[in-house]
């Protein structure tokens, strides 16, 4: 669901693709840097979501990096609020795979 939400992501990977949560989280860390989020803020964000989860938090910034000025600052504000337990990933992955095409189907 995230490489369908968040393609751009998959070239970061070992061997430039992405193929498990491990190769997830291992171009996270790239991706990471390359947006300027300092290291504070991804263990942050880690900490309070998971790592997997803030590994999925970078790959929807690097997809929507045109619309966010502070990819940093951004990644804060998320974690505030998971912290608070306001943010959730389901929705915005689901937005950005509508916003790409792709048929969702709603579970009732």
């Known amino acids: 669901m995230v490489l369908q939400a968040c393609p751009e992501i998959a070239i970061y990977g070992p061997d ?3 193929s498990s ?9 790239v991706v990471r840097s390359m947006l300027g989020v ?11 979501m998971g790592p997997e989860n803030a590994a999925a938090a970078i790959a ?3 997809e929507r990096q ?4 502070s990819a940093g600052g951004y990644l804060r ?4 609020k998971a912290r608070r337990g306001e943010f959730s990933l389901g929705p915005v992955l689901m937005a950005l795979m509508r ?7 709603r579970v009732s």
């Open 21 to 29: 949560w491990r190769d997830l989280m291992a171009a996270a860390v």
């Open 60 to 62: 929807c910034i690097l």
């Open 99 to 105: 916003a790409r095409g792709v048929q969702v189907r």
């Open 38 to 48: 300092s290291p504070s803020a991804y263990q942050d964000a880690c900490d309070v």
């Open 77 to 80: 504000d998320l974690t505030s």
């Open 16 to 18: 430039g693709s992405v």
């Open 66 to 69: 045109g619309h966010i000025n």
